[in-house]
């Protein structure tokens, strides 16, 4: 017994090991946010950057600056970096931070594996960029990588784009695991399931979906390998394979991953609306079946992506009904938003911005997706702009804005510092105007007939184009102010309280800010 | 306010651009009865989907400017209501019904091609259109006709820019036009967006749609599935005719083919073929191995001092007639006519230093085509 205790008290005496070593070997959940975090927001830019480039060779009709071959390069790169580089590890760096928090938790479930499934991210990258100095160039077929261009007529670093998915499916699924054990084993006494905060609940259910989907992609992957370099047919028609089926095992992947980029936003935006309402969520318990029953239907809708392909009309009608259904689900999650906001205490800083807008914006987004569930109507939507337009809709100011106001509304209790709050809204304000020139117009390029993923346009979509990368320069350098404040804030800044915000409840605002290096060594009574 | 502001700068930035001719924001009404039932689809859903977004977005503009904190307003304490939430989630289900309706009739319609009365095997390829006649003795195939120098910003860019072939699938009006699609290299996209067909073309499978134009005119379109650098330069042009025009066209395309028979026996000198050649190779091959026969390293050879230019002849031909399966070196023997292939494999043994003086005539084409 008293050897016991005294471990317990040497481990609470120890801070953050020194220098880069603290970095390398730390099973510290919060090191690892922070690591994961730094990581999300250094391949936002290098996907940015590439954006950019799009953006900037798509300003006029007429090739100018970035040439055919490198242009499918950069669509297909910003792709992969953002959904696999930027999005994801962002929420896997929130839940790192927030989830034991939340829960009550001394530390992640696992932390060891935690260290080695951020760890592998970097490598993971490093393999994925380099392909760009390839002999051949960089993966140019899409972030959907559609077989047989990914496969027969892939330049031939596709082997190097096929391991590197390869270990961001290990590591995800590793941190999934990690995820779903720390919330279902670590809660603090009296932290039942129905008292778990919204972002805890969504980040369970997208653990679960990453650990069903992500073996799917790893799976599609490998048969792409196989078909080329070891001489099997699964997507080559010449060797009676079938192209299609490429298809529907990768969205049957790729759907669920649409929504693991939105899930943990959805929670993320459920504790902040509430907070800056000061009043409780309204339909929490709706709101988690909501969730479950979107993820549910996430798995029987994915051949709307193929309404084209020649499904036979029982499909067409069987996946365009299901798609439909899901907005009924996101629909209650809205409007259980709006009810929280409705007879509140209203106040408008930066975090609560991005959430507004969030709904505002995401709304539009699940508009734009109902409409392009209609299949008799997808046949001229699909594959043009107006898709550029929803999707973007829904991960740039949907995803990404969540991701923003998830860090200013926890920065403070990070570094115990606030942040500057004017510099905050001016980043929001730069960031709202700029999402909305750049991709709303993009909703009339596609309608006008402008198919994705074009180099060059022609002349009757010269005028949105122009607009569309004005606003995404726009968009683009208002980001720096974002890494300007955050840097700002670690540094030093106004002392936080331990509350934060007025309107803040949960564990996690009852702790010091910033928070203990271990913090929970004792759990939690929870009421 | 700042909302107020930004709500009037965003009506400010996009209200003059609703009158412009050129800013084209909504979908063509089209030119068949299926692109109406479409466009008129697209339209219920918008409105749906607009006055969804006006309720909704209202009670949220409301909260946020009456419910404010620095208007003095108090937090309420409500947070659950069994009725409302059933009732919000009843409500929308019923408007999906009043969607599922239409959209289920309109699907079922597209899905009927029985009837047809002209049927056209359409083929994509690394980034070209074939058109087969299947009633009738015509296929040929369908290139972008925009110059290199357009698309490099030398000389100004024609109306038509990118969307420009040399040779349109011509289609008599009032008549069910079958086409059935596939590929010979990756997976491309059909897409009139008049006709309201849009369909992939994938190897290996065969995909059908129909349509049957009302109104005869020119409709363009563009291949929508990515299917390599060349994907921007694939257009479609359809030209609608009048059954008569139609008729007199197929008469023209026959009288053609013969015109190429002749052709084909005739005696060509060297400097014939090179002339003729280069055409066809600045159309056809240029877009992989490059105007200067340098190719693209890592993925198109170089034509300029390859060994095959001064080689084997016969397996020079053959690689042209046959492709390379796996790669996209394509087969040409049916892309082509005798004399398109004889000259173009003529200059590439003289073009660019490989001065092998060989000359390969027609009638050689023919019968390594056997
Ligand atoms: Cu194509």
């Given at each position: 017994m008293a050897t016991l205790d005294q471990t317990v008290d040497v481990h609470e005496d120890h801070g953050p090991a020194k220098g880069i070593t603290r970095w390398l070997y730390t099973t510290n959940h919060k090191d690892i946010g922070t690591l994961y975090l730094w990581f999300s927001l250094l391949m936002f830019f290098v996907g940015g950057t590439m954006a950019l480039a799009i953006r900037a060779e798509l300003f006029q009709p007429g090739m100018q600056l970035v040439e055919p071959a490198l242009f499918n390069q950069m669509t297909t790169m910003h792709g992969l970096i953002m959904v696999f580089g930027a999005v994801m590890p962002a929420f896997v760096g929130l839940a790192n931070w927030m989830v034991p928090m939340m829960v009550g938790a001394p530390d992640m479930a696992f932390p060891r594996l935690n260290n080695w499934s951020f760890w592998i991210l970097p490598f993971a990258f490093i393999i994925l960029l380099s392909t760009l100095f390839m002999e051949g160039g960089?993966?140019?077929?899409?972030?959907?990588?559609?077989?047989p261009l990914s496969t027969t007529y892939a330049p031939q670093s596709v082997t190097y784009f096929i391991f590197a998915v390869h270990m961001l499916g290990i590591s995800s699924i590793m941190g999934a695991i990690n995820i779903i054990a720390t919330i279902l084993n670590l809660r603090a006494p009296g932290m039942t399931m129905m008292k778990l905060p919204l972002f805890v609940w969504t980040w369970l259910i997208t653990a679960f979906l990453l650990i069903a989907a992500m073996p799917v992609l790893a799976g599609v992957v490998t048969m792409m390998l196989m078909d080329i370099h070891f001489g099997t047919s699964f997507f080559n028609a010449a060797g009676g394979g079938d192209p299609v089926l490429f298809q529907h095992v990768f969205w049957f992947f790729a759907h669920p991953e649409v929504y693991i980029m939105i899930l943990p936003g959805f929670g993320i935006i459920s504790q902040i609306i509430p907070t800056f309402s000061r009043k409780r969520l309204f339909g929490y318990h709706s709101m988690v079946y909501a969730t479950l029953s979107i993820a549910f239907l996430s798995f029987i809708v994915w051949a709307h992506h193929m309404?084209?392909?020649?499904?036979?009309l029982a499909g067409e009608l069987f996946f365009m009904y299901t798609t439909m259904l899901i907005s009924v689900p996101t629909g209650v999650k809205v409007f259980n938003w709006v009810a929280t906001m409705f007879r509140g205490s209203l106040t408008f800083e930066t975090p609560m911005l991005f959430a507004v807008s969030f709904v505002v914006l995401f709304t539009i987004g699940g508009l734009s997706g109902l409409m392009l569930a209609i299949a008799p109507v997808d046949f001229q939507y699909h594959d043009t702009y107006f898709v550029v337009a929803h999707f973007h809709y829904v991960l740039v100011p949907g995803a990404i804005f969540s991701i923003m106001a998830g860090v200013y509304f926890w920065l403070p209790k990070w570094t115990g510092h606030m942040y500057n709050e004017r510099l905050g809204q001016l980043h929001f304000w730069l960031s709202f105007i700029g999402v909305n020139i750049t991709f709303f117009p993009m909703h009339f390029l596609g309608l006008a007939g402008m198919p994705r993923r074009i180099s060059d346009y022609a002349l009757q979509f010269a005028d949105f184009n122009m607009v569309s990368s004005v606003g995404a320069f726009i968009f683009g350098f208002s980001q720096l102010l974002f890494l300007y404040n955050v840097v700002q804030c670690i540094r030093g800044g106004r002392t936080a309280t331990d509350q934060v915000w007025e309107g803040a409840r949960g564990l996690e605002w009852s702790i010091s800010s910033p928070p203990p290096y271990h913090t929970f060594t004792q759990p939690p009574l929870v009421k | 306010m700042r909302l107020i502001i930004l709500a009037l700068l965003s009506a400010g930035l996009y209200s003059p651009l609703f009158v412009a001719a050129d800013w084209q924001v909504n979908l063509d009404q089209g030119a068949t009865e299926i692109s109406q039932a479409m466009y008129s689809l697209h339209m219920l859903i918008f409105y749906i989907c607009v006055a969804i977004a006006v309720v909704v977005f209202g009670v949220m503009f409301w909260s946020i400017i009456r419910h404010r904190k620095s208007r003095g307003a108090e937090a309420h304490n409500f947070h659950e209501s069994t009725t409302i939430e059933v009732a919000w989630s009843v409500v929308p289900f019923l408007i999906l019904v009043i969607m599922a309706v239409p959209a289920t009739k309109t699907l079922i319609a597209m899905y009927d091609p029985s009837d047809a009365e002209l049927n056209i095997q359409i083929t994509g390829s690394q980034w070209k259109w074939r058109y087969q006649y299947l009633e009738h003795d015509i296929d040929f195939i369908s290139n972008l006709s925009t110059s290199q120098e357009q698309i490099d910003n030398k000389v100004k860019k024609s109306v038509n820019y990118l969307l420009e072939v040399d040779q349109p699938l011509v289609i008599p009006v009032n008549r069910k036009v079958r086409f059935l699609f596939t590929s010979n290299d990756v997976i491309h996209s059909w897409w009139v967006p008049a006709l309201a067909v849009k369909q992939d073309a994938i190897p290996g499978f065969i995909n059908e749609a129909w349509t049957k134009v009302s109104t005869p005119g020119t409709y363009r379109g563009q291949c929508t599935e990515l299917c390599g650098v060349g994907h921007a330069f694939m257009p479609i042009v359809v030209s609608a005719r009048p059954e008569a025009e139609f008729l007199q066209w197929v008469e023209e395309q026959s009288a053609q083919k013969q015109a190429e028979a002749v052709l084909a026996e005739k005696e060509w000198t060297l400097d014939e073929l090179t002339a003729h050649g280069e055409q066809v190779y600045l159309k056809v091959c240029s877009v992989c191995h490059q105007p200067t026969g340098e190719g693209v390293p890592g993925a198109f050879p170089a034509l300029k001092g390859s060994a095959l230019m001064t080689g084997d002849i016969n397996a020079h031909i053959d690689i042209v007639l046959n492709g390379r399966t796996g790669t996209a070196m394509q087969a040409f023997r049916d892309q082509l006519s005798a004399v398109d292939l004889a000259a173009v494999i003529t200059y590439e043994r003289n073009a660019w230093g490989n001065n092998s003086g060989d000359k390969v005539a027609p009638s050689q084409i023919q019968q390594q085509k056997q």
């Amino acid at each position: 017994m008293a050897t016991l205790d005294q471990t317990v008290d040497v481990h609470e005496d120890h801070g953050p090991a020194k220098g880069i070593t603290r970095w390398l070997y730390t099973t510290n959940h919060k090191d690892i946010g922070t690591l994961y975090l730094w990581f999300s927001l250094l391949m936002f830019f290098v996907g940015g950057t590439m954006a950019l480039a799009i953006r900037a060779e798509l300003f006029q009709p007429g090739m100018q600056l970035v040439e055919p071959a490198l242009f499918n390069q950069m669509t297909t790169m910003h792709g992969l970096i953002m959904v696999f580089g930027a999005v994801m590890p962002a929420f896997v760096g929130l839940a790192n931070w927030m989830v034991p928090m939340m829960v009550g938790a001394p530390d992640m479930a696992f932390p060891r594996l935690n260290n080695w499934s951020f760890w592998i991210l970097p490598f993971a990258f490093i393999i994925l960029l380099s392909t760009l100095f390839m002999e051949g160039g960089a993966p140019d077929f899409g972030w959907t990588f559609y077989a047989p261009l990914s496969t027969t007529y892939a330049p031939q670093s596709v082997t190097y784009f096929i391991f590197a998915v390869h270990m961001l499916g290990i590591s995800s699924i590793m941190g999934a695991i990690n995820i779903i054990a720390t919330i279902l084993n670590l809660r603090a006494p009296g932290m039942t399931m129905m008292k778990l905060p919204l972002f805890v609940w969504t980040w369970l259910i997208t653990a679960f979906l990453l650990i069903a989907a992500m073996p799917v992609l790893a799976g599609v992957v490998t048969m792409m390998l196989m078909d080329i370099h070891f001489g099997t047919s699964f997507f080559n028609a010449a060797g009676g394979g079938d192209p299609v089926l490429f298809q529907h095992v990768f969205w049957f992947f790729a759907h669920p991953e649409v929504y693991i980029m939105i899930l943990p936003g959805f929670g993320i935006i459920s504790q902040i609306i509430p907070t800056f309402s000061r009043k409780r969520l309204f339909g929490y318990h709706s709101m988690v079946y909501a969730t479950l029953s979107i993820a549910f239907l996430s798995f029987i809708v994915w051949a709307h992506h193929m309404f084209t392909v020649g499904m036979p009309l029982a499909g067409e009608l069987f996946f365009m009904y299901t798609t439909m259904l899901i907005s009924v689900p996101t629909g209650v999650k809205v409007f259980n938003w709006v009810a929280t906001m409705f007879r509140g205490s209203l106040t408008f800083e930066t975090p609560m911005l991005f959430a507004v807008s969030f709904v505002v914006l995401f709304t539009i987004g699940g508009l734009s997706g109902l409409m392009l569930a209609i299949a008799p109507v997808d046949f001229q939507y699909h594959d043009t702009y107006f898709v550029v337009a929803h999707f973007h809709y829904v991960l740039v100011p949907g995803a990404i804005f969540s991701i923003m106001a998830g860090v200013y509304f926890w920065l403070p209790k990070w570094t115990g510092h606030m942040y500057n709050e004017r510099l905050g809204q001016l980043h929001f304000w730069l960031s709202f105007i700029g999402v909305n020139i750049t991709f709303f117009p993009m909703h009339f390029l596609g309608l006008a007939g402008m198919p994705r993923r074009i180099s060059d346009y022609a002349l009757q979509f010269a005028d949105f184009n122009m607009v569309s990368s004005v606003g995404a320069f726009i968009f683009g350098f208002s980001q720096l102010l974002f890494l300007y404040n955050v840097v700002q804030c670690i540094r030093g800044g106004r002392t936080a309280t331990d509350q934060v915000w007025e309107g803040a409840r949960g564990l996690e605002w009852s702790i010091s800010s910033p928070p203990p290096y271990h913090t929970f060594t004792q759990p939690p009574l929870v009421k | 306010m700042r909302l107020i502001i930004l709500a009037l700068l965003s009506a400010g930035l996009y209200s003059p651009l609703f009158v412009a001719a050129d800013w084209q924001v909504n979908l063509d009404q089209g030119a068949t009865e299926i692109s109406q039932a479409m466009y008129s689809l697209h339209m219920l859903i918008f409105y749906i989907c607009v006055a969804i977004a006006v309720v909704v977005f209202g009670v949220m503009f409301w909260s946020i400017i009456r419910h404010r904190k620095s208007r003095g307003a108090e937090a309420h304490n409500f947070h659950e209501s069994t009725t409302i939430e059933v009732a919000w989630s009843v409500v929308p289900f019923l408007i999906l019904v009043i969607m599922a309706v239409p959209a289920t009739k309109t699907l079922i319609a597209m899905y009927d091609p029985s009837d047809a009365e002209l049927n056209i095997q359409i083929t994509g390829s690394q980034w070209k259109w074939r058109y087969q006649y299947l009633e009738h003795d015509i296929d040929f195939i369908s290139n972008l006709s925009t110059s290199q120098e357009q698309i490099d910003n030398k000389v100004k860019k024609s109306v038509n820019y990118l969307l420009e072939v040399d040779q349109p699938l011509v289609i008599p009006v009032n008549r069910k036009v079958r086409f059935l699609f596939t590929s010979n290299d990756v997976i491309h996209s059909w897409w009139v967006p008049a006709l309201a067909v849009k369909q992939d073309a994938i190897p290996g499978f065969i995909n059908e749609a129909w349509t049957k134009v009302s109104t005869p005119g020119t409709y363009r379109g563009q291949c929508t599935e990515l299917c390599g650098v060349g994907h921007a330069f694939m257009p479609i042009v359809v030209s609608a005719r009048p059954e008569a025009e139609f008729l007199q066209w197929v008469e023209e395309q026959s009288a053609q083919k013969q015109a190429e028979a002749v052709l084909a026996e005739k005696e060509w000198t060297l400097d014939e073929l090179t002339a003729h050649g280069e055409q066809v190779y600045l159309k056809v091959c240029s877009v992989c191995h490059q105007p200067t026969g340098e190719g693209v390293p890592g993925a198109f050879p170089a034509l300029k001092g390859s060994a095959l230019m001064t080689g084997d002849i016969n397996a020079h031909i053959d690689i042209v007639l046959n492709g390379r399966t796996g790669t996209a070196m394509q087969a040409f023997r049916d892309q082509l006519s005798a004399v398109d292939l004889a000259a173009v494999i003529t200059y590439e043994r003289n073009a660019w230093g490989n001065n092998s003086g060989d000359k390969v005539a027609p009638s050689q084409i023919q019968q390594q085509k056997q």
